[in-house]
């Protein structure tokens, strides 16, 4: 009996250590566990979506870029006044005198008066056009036409030429008075002198006569001079 009390006690000791240990294998499992347990990861902040057209304030900052980076930066342009008129590039620009019209003509003096035409870049007007006066091989307009204005210096007979001073088929109207849109014409010619023209009217002291000049409708402009 002694020695089953003795091994009883002893079996009871040895199941108090055992429990110990499992309770010490326990908690040292659990403190593992909860050193190892994984720290949430911060999530990164969400960037907010650029809208469509908005330009990046910070990249177009001028004082953030190189002096390389600055040039490619686009500068606005200046501004134009409302009284500021603009010429289309694919336009000729306005030839020097206006006498692509009839209301500003080149003015012309003396006798005799040398009338120089550059018609390359002139425009087929609206006035004296259509006149029976100068109905020649089927038309009666005056193509790439421009305006002289020569006051008569004596009475009598004019002539009007371009024989021998030009290559270009011609075609001139002569009008009396300065009045644009003109009347009829006093007289008119196409060609004279093989492709060129000239014609004779009748003139007065002191009287403003408006001189056409312009090619036969669809013939290649010029340059040349009528006397």
Do not use: H
């Amino acid at each position: 009996m002694g020695n089953c009390r003795r091994f009883t006690n002893v079996v009871r000791v040895l199941a108090v250590v055992g429990a110990v240990g499992a309770l010490a294998s326990v908690a040292d499992a659990q403190s593992v566990n909860k050193n190892t347990k994984k720290q949430p990861v911060s999530k990164p902040q969400a960037v907010p979506a650029k809208k469509p057209g908005q330009p990046n304030r910070k990249l177009m900052d001028p004082s953030r870029l190189n002096a390389q980076q600055r040039k490619t930066i686009p500068t606005p342009g200046p501004s134009l006044t409302p009284n500021t008129k603009f010429v289309p590039m694919n336009q000729p620009m306005a030839r020097g005198g206006g006498n692509d019209e009839c209301a500003t003509p080149d003015i012309v003096s003396g006798s005799p008066a040398t009338l120089n035409f550059d018609n390359n870049t002139s425009t087929t007007g609206t006035s004296g056009q259509g006149n029976n006066a100068c109905l020649f091989f089927g038309l009666t307009n005056l193509d790439r036409d421009e305006w002289f204005l020569w006051t008569a210096t004596g009475t009598g007979t004019a002539t009007l030429t371009a024989c021998g001073t030009t290559t270009v088929d011609t075609k001139v109207a002569v009008y009396g008075g300065a009045a644009c849109p003109p009347a009829g014409p006093i007289a008119c010619n196409d060609d004279s002198c093989g492709l060129q023209s000239q014609l004779t009217f009748a003139c007065t002291t002191g009287q403003q006569y408006l001189v056409q000049v312009g090619t036969y409708p669809g013939a290649t402009p010029g340059t040349g001079t009528f006397t």
